[in-house]
């Protein structure tokens, strides 16, 4: 995901997708645990990245807001 993609997006479009790409990561954790080798390990380095990216513009949406 791109961060110009993101600042597109609205505050509401940005936590679900928080949500889903959490959700993501749990399964993919949870495969990792199990056992089961992952098809691309870089997966859920990528996932926590896109976590990140979306918190920070997030929150500096939010502070532009209280402004």
Do not use: F, Q
């Not at 993919?28 to 870089?42: C, D, I, Q, V």
């Amino acid at each position: 995901m791109r961060s110009s993609e993101i600042r597109e997006m609205s505050i509401e479009e940005i936590d679900k997708k928080i949500r889903e790409l959490r959700l993501e990561l749990s399964k993919e954790r949870g495969m990792l645990t199990m056992g089961t080798s992952l098809e691309n390990p870089m997966v859920i380095r990528n996932l926590r990245r896109d976590i990140a990216r979306l918190l920070t513009i997030r929150n500096e949406k939010l502070k532009e807001k209280k402004r």
